[in-house]
T-cell receptor, first 111, second 114 residues
Framework: GEDVEQSLFLSVREGDSSVINCTYT??????LYWYKQEPGAGLQLLTY?????DMKQDQRLTVLLNKKDKHLSLRIADTQTGDSAIYFC???????????FGSGTQLTVLP | GAGVSQSPSNKVTEKGKDVELRCDPI?????LYWYRQSLGQGLEFLIY????????KSGLPSDRFSAERTGGSVSTLTIQRTQQEDSAVYLC????????????FGQGTRLTVV
C-alpha cells in the first residue's frame, strides 16, 4: 500500500536553515504537499508541488522533489521560533480525498 | 467565519456512549473531508463529501462510524458505542470547487474515550 515516511524530530538554531525530508512509495502520486500544524491549531497547507516539477520556491520555503528516488524535502531558510511546529508531508492524486500523510516531523527552533 | 470550524474542540466520553462531532466548512467549499489523527500517527482518511454526489465512505473503520452533510454545508460525524481505540483528534477539511488539491483544515476535535 501507499506509505509516506518522515523522521520524527528535527532541532535547529534560530537563523539556520531547516531541511525536513520525506519519502513516499506511490509512484502515481500527482501532487506532494507540505502542511504545518501548530499546537492546538488545524493543519495549514504551506505549499504543494506537482510531480513533474523538481523545485518550487515560495519566499523562505523551497521544496525539492526527486521523483526517481521518491524523495521530497522542505527547506526553510532563516528559521524562526515561529516556525516551530509539526510538519506533515502528504501525497495524493489531485484531490484531498486521496491524501496519504506521513506521521509528521516535530521541528524545534532553539534560540 | 474565515476558516473551517469544528466543535467541540475537546470531548471526553465514557466507553459505550455515542458522540457527535460537528464541522462547519468554509462558505462556498463544495468538498468536505473527515480525517482521524491518532497519537503519533499520520492522518487517516475517513469520509469525503463532494457536492450532491454519494459520499466516499471507504475510510470509515467500522459501522459504528457514520457522517452526514446537510444542505451541502455543515457535516456531523457520529460515532456510536465509542471504544477506547476511537480516542484521537478528528479533523475536518474543505476544498473550493476549482481547487480540490487544496484542503483547508479545521483545528480538530480531540476525542477521549474513558
Amino acid at each position: 500500500g501507499e506509505d509516506v515516511e518522515q523522521s520524527l524530530f528535527l532541532s535547529v538554531r534560530e537563523g539556520d536553515s531547516s531541511v525536513i525530508n520525506c519519502t513516499y512509495t506511490d509512484s502515481s502520486s500527482t501532487y506532494l504537499y507540505w502542511y504545518k500544524q501548530e499546537p492546538g491549531a488545524g493543519l495549514q497547507l504551506l505549499t504543494y508541488i506537482f510531480s513533474n516539477m523538481d523545485m518550487k520556491q515560495d519566499q523562505r520555503l523551497t521544496v525539492l522533489l526527486n521523483k526517481k528516488d521518491k524523495h521530497l524535502s522542505l527547506r526553510i531558510a532563516d528559521t524562526q521560533t515561529g516556525d516551530s511546529a509539526i510538519y506533515f508531508c502528504a501525497e495524493g492524486e489531485g484531490s484531498a480525498r486521496q491524501l496519504t500523510f506521513g506521521s509528521g516531523t516535530q521541528l524545534t527552533v532553539l534560540p | 467565519g474565515a476558516g473551517v470550524s469544528q466543535s467541540p474542540s475537546n470531548k471526553v466520553t465514557e466507553k459505550g456512549k455515542d458522540v457527535e462531532l460537528r464541522c462547519d466548512p468554509i462558505s462556498g467549499h463544495t468538498a468536505l473531508y473527515w480525517y482521524r489523527q491518532s497519537l503519533g500517527q499520520g492522518l487517516e482518511f475517513l469520509i469525503y463529501f463532494q457536492g450532491n454526489s454519494a459520499p466516499d465512505k471507504s475510510g470509515l473503520p467500522s459501522d459504528r462510524f457514520s457522517a452526514e452533510r446537510t444542505g451541502g454545508s455543515v457535516s456531523t460525524l457520529t460515532i456510536q458505542r465509542t471504544q477506547q481505540e476511537d480516542s484521537a483528534v478528528y479533523l475536518c477539511a474543505s476544498s473550493p470547487p476549482a481547487r480540490l488539491t487544496e484542503a483547508f483544515f479545521g483545528q480538530g476535535t480531540r476525542l477521549t474515550v474513558v
